[in-house]
């Protein structure tokens, strides 16, 4: 036996409980408003609300989630030689991680279709303008 199954379940926990006390979760079929709502939904409990990577279930991920405020990034996904433009955000964000050699855990968005994606490109960046 692993620790795995058991550190996914105490995971899988986290996100159930995080969904419980989050703001009022989207309906089957209703898209968020903007790019700030689609993250605070879908992304703070993993990423945090500061983008800081300690959002309740992200304390659990390994890797961590990466910590936004800091504005480094690891992928480079576009393949140009440098990681966390604006292309590489947008594919990892599309895609999710494991497409580019990193955590599953970090899942594809691509179903909220390319604008919204992008949105989340623009507010994660906006995240690492903070002290
Ligand atoms: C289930 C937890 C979880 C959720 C929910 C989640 N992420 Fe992640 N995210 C991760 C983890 C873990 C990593 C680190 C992956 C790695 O290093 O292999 C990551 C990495 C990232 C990165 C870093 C890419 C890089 O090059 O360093 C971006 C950007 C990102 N996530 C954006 C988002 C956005 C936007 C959302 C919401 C649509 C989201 N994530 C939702 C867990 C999550």
Request: proline share 5%; hydrophobic share 40%.
């Amino acid at each position: 036996m692993t620790r795995q199954p058991a550190l996914l379940f105490v995971f899988a926990l986290a996100v159930a409980g995080f969904a419980q006390v989050g703001a009022s979760p989207l309906a089957a079929g209703e898209t968020p408003d903007s790019g700030q709502e689609s993250y605070e939904q879908l992304c703070a409990s993993c990423h945090g609300t500061e983008g800081k990577g300690d959002g309740p279930a992200g304390i659990v991920a390994l890797p961590m989630p990466r910590d936004f405020s800091v504005g480094q990034f690891k992928f480079d996904a576009d393949s140009d030689g440098h990681t966390g433009s604006d292309d590489d955000l947008f594919l990892v964000i599309r895609d999710g991680a494991s497409r580019y050699g990193g955590s599953p855990l970090m899942a594809a968005w691509g179903y909220l279709g390319d604008e919204r994606v992008r949105e989340l490109v623009v507010y994660v960046r906006s995240l690492g303008q903070n002290d």
